[in-house]
């Protein structure tokens, strides 16, 4: 079966999409401490909204993901960025059973969060179809070739069961083919030239024979 291939953002348009929020109302600064913590960990989307306060470490920038797809319990780090916008927001956020909540203290829906990162892509003209998995697959592109190809490690961060599935971003990066590529080509280039250099040589000799010949 083929696998589809997931749509990423470069880090570029992944700080533009996190500018966007008012981080100066209650709701603006949940939905940037939403975005940037995905961005910094991977997370997924059902790892933020049963997210709960005693699941946070702020001071060692670490978050606790209990119960995750497949069961999977996993630790997960953050920049000191995110940090910054996390102790801001719990300090103003509801005090709700879950960390990132709405006004009224309730859990965060899905479908929520998906307009709420396509309204503000569309914002700044980015016209791909995205979702807040897509800030998790950006993630995980940009530490696979960041990490020396750490594949062992991604797997972990993500929560992945099997590292079949986390092999997908193997496919998406053309670094190594791209470097194989060029030293193959200057390689054979070299050869080629050399060759060539050969035959010219050959060709002189030749016509210098001919020449005696005459």
Known sequence: MRRKIPVTLTAEEIGKII???????????????????????????SDVINLK????????????????????????????????LLKKYKEARPK???FFCTLKRKKLDRVYLYSMIRRYAKRIGIKKKIGLHTLRHSFAMS???????????????L?????RTTEIYCYMDS?????????????????DS??????????????????DIR
């Open 19 to 45: 500018a966007q929020p008012n981080k100066r109302v209650p709701t603006g600064l949940r939905n940037k401490a939403i975005l940037s913590f995905i961005w910094d960990s991977g997370a997924r989307v």
């Open 53 to 84: 306060p005693g699941d946070l470490n702020i001071g060692k920038r670490e978050a606790t993901i209990k119960g995750g797809k497949g069961g999977v319990d996993r630790t997960i780090a953050f920049s000191d960025y995110t940090a910054g």
């Open 96 to 98: 709700g059973e879950y």
């Open 143 to 157: 530490f696979y070739k960041n990490s020396g190809h750490d594949l062992i490690s991604l797997q972990k961060l």
């Open 159 to 163: 929560g992945h069961k099997s590292l």
């Open 175 to 191: 670094t190594d083919i791209k470097k194989a590529s060029d030293k193959y080509y200057k390689k054979r280039d070299s050869k």
């Open 194 to 211: 050399d060759i060539l250099k050969r035959i010219k040589d050959l060709e002189k000799q030749i016509q210098d024979l001919k020449a």
